[in-house]
């Protein structure tokens, strides 16, 4: 990455955080979280061998290429939606780019995963998290990890269509 194109990332990626302030992860979110990243990555949605789609043009806070993936997951005897959302950078990265050497312009994977009801019915019982390539959390301006019934998630995708806070797609609500 040339050093405009870094300056670029770190603007638009800061914007992102300042967004997803106010979150606040608990142990059990956090590791609920890495429970759902090795779950990903043994199914091959994350990780090393993560299967590729042909990415797409995006914005911010998400990323400049996104890549987006819509299955079913068990975690703990729960079964439940997963939408997976991969997030390239910086501007100007092109579809090439992102299919020749994705890892090289990753810049997180972020994550909603219906839980069951009683989770947090006030946002869908959703389960959010926003992880780094490595897959440790990424942080709140706080520190906090980014995992769990995110505020700062949620404040925008409230704002989706259909009250589902899905924006691609109605067609997972229920
Ligand atoms: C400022 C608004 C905003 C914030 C904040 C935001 N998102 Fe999104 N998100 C979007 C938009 C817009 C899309 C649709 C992007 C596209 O075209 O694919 C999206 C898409 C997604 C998707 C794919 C499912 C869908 O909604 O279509 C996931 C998963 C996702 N976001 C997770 C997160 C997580 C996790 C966070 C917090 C760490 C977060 N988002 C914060 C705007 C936002």
């Not at 092109?94 to 990753?106: C, M, S």
């Not at 995110?150 to 589902?164: K, Y």
Request: with cysteine; net charge negative.
């Amino acid at each position: 990455m040339n050093r405009a194109g870094m300056a670029f990332a770190s603007t638009a990626f800061l914007g992102a955080t300042v967004a997803f302030g106010q979150n606040g992860a608990g142990q059990a979110d956090q590791g609920y979280a890495a429970e759902l990243w090795q779950m990903m990555t043994e199914r091959d949605l994350a990780g090393e061998n993560a299967v590729q789609a042909f990415p797409y043009a995006g914005t911010d806070p998400h990323g400049m290429m996104l890549e987006t993936f819509y299955t079913e997951a068990t975690i703990d005897g729960h079964s439940g939606d997963l939408v997976i959302k991969r997030n390239y950078g910086p501007e100007g990265v092109t579809v090439e780019e992102v299919l020749g050497a994705g890892d090289d312009h990753l810049a997180s994977i972020t994550i909603m995963f219906r839980r069951g009801d009683g989770y947090a019915p006030d946002s869908g019982n959703w389960f959010w998290a926003k992880y780094l390539p490595n897959g440790s959390l990424d942080r709140a301006p706080d520190g906090t990890p980014l995992a769990g019934p995110a505020r700062g998630c949620i404040s925008c995708h409230a704002d989706a269509d259909g009250g589902d806070y899905l924006f691609t797609t109605n067609a997972l609500s229920d």
